[in-house]
């Protein structure tokens, strides 16, 4: 009896041991192995990807751009009496540039015309063939002008009273005085841009200091963000006082030294028409003389 206990046991026993290595077999085997593989492989393509597409567009420079507030721009944002010292001393740098541009193609003009007279009309054979010699418009051709009717004109009451050589010598002159005056046209605006620009500036300097002390007495303290602006301003108009004054000046006497050779040349021509007038016109007289005698 207890033998065949002791056989149902073992053989109990065994049923257990086959079946736990059986189940043991089961988990082991690889083959669920291939199914699970692209599952796992899959979520570690995305990843790569999503890594590499940055690294293809490269890195992205991006540049501060910093606004000054106290530059020009500032000064422009003030007030009106800022803004009006800014506009005056623009509108003087403009006609003062106007001028000295002006005048030196004036100039550059005249002393072209003084070179084609001395060619063209000392070689005519007469007063009247000269005087037609010149361009229309020439100074030296209204100087020749002026002084043949003043030699042929000579009527009246009380221009007879008058000598004929004072007679001719008055209105060249005249003449040569109404050149001369063309000339120094506009010479009057820059002598005056250049003695007032630089205390036109000053004035917006004091007004731009004004402005600071205003700023300090409203904040309490002297920050440096409440004195920079008005004092930037400040500083601005001196310079573009200083800007517009200094090439005013400058002109002004380059154009006075040039008006001087210029008148020079007018001068000259004018005595010498003078001369060749008075000549012409004493000899027609003594030739009527000697035809009356």
Known sequence: MKNRVSISLQALFAAIVLSASA?????????AAPE?????????????DATTAPASAGPVETKETVDNPY??????????????????????????????????IDQYKLNNQAAEAKKSFWKASSVQAGI???KEGSPFRYIAETGAKASEHHEGSLLEKIDLNEWVTMSIHRAVEKIQ???????????TVGSTAPFIGLFGTVWGIYNALTAIGIAGQASIDKVAGPVGEALIMTAFGLFVAVPAVLGYNFLV????????????????????LISGAMSTAGNSSKKAG
């Open 71 to 104: 530059g020009l721009q500032a000064v422009w944002n003030g007030d009106f009496i800022s803004k009006g010292t800014l506009i005056i001393l623009s509108i003087m740098s403009m006609g003062s540039w106007y001028i000295l541009i002006t005048k030196l």
């Open 181 to 191: 005056s063309r000339l120094q046209d506009g010479l009057a605006f820059l002598a």
């Open 257 to 276: 030294r040039r008006n001087k050779s210029s008148m020079e040349e007018v001068r000259a021509f004018s005595a010498d028409v003078h001369l060749v």
């Open 23 to 31: 189940v043991s077999f089961a988990a082991d085997t690889p083959a």
């Open 36 to 48: 699970a593989a692209p599952a796992a492989t899959a979520p570690a393509a995305a990843p790569a």
């Open 132 to 134: 037609t010699s010149l």
